[in-house]
């Protein structure tokens, strides 16, 4: 199985349970994984047997902008699950990080795996 990845996404969003979190929108790391087999693209050269990457971008980014949501684990979820609904993508793997949302760490945040059925 081979990997797309879409590496450190900056997004604005709203995230969080605290009034200030909610108030206003905040950096919001994504790393994007995609597990799908390649070879077909790799030998064909055609974009329609690939994953289009740009594409899962721009559905994460538009989707982080307006979601605001109160955990890191929702919207990991919701990011997934768009991600999976894409043609050719047999899996895959969202990291989703709020950096500076604790004192003295870079930033806290979940990763997740999830396989098409």
């Known amino acids: 199985m081979d990997e797309i990845f879409i590496k450190d996404l900056l997004i604005r969003g709203v995230i969080g349970i605290s009034d200030h979190e909610r108030e206003q929108p905040q950096d919001i790391l994504v790393n994007i994984t995609i597990y799908a087999d390649s070879r077909k693209a790799g030998e ?16 994460a980014l538009a989707y982080v902008e307006k979601a605001k949501r ?10 997934i699950a768009l991600v999976l609904e894409e043609k050719n993508v047999l899996g895959a793997r969202v990291k989703v990080e709020k950096p500076g949302a604790v004192r003295f760490s870079r930033s806290v945040g979940i990763e997740i795996v999830r396989m098409k059925e």
């Open 44 to 59: 064909t050269d055609d974009i329609n047997e690939s994953v289009n990457y740009r594409t899962i971008a721009k559905k």
């Open 70 to 79: 109160y955990t890191v684990e929702a919207l990991a979820a919701d990011i």
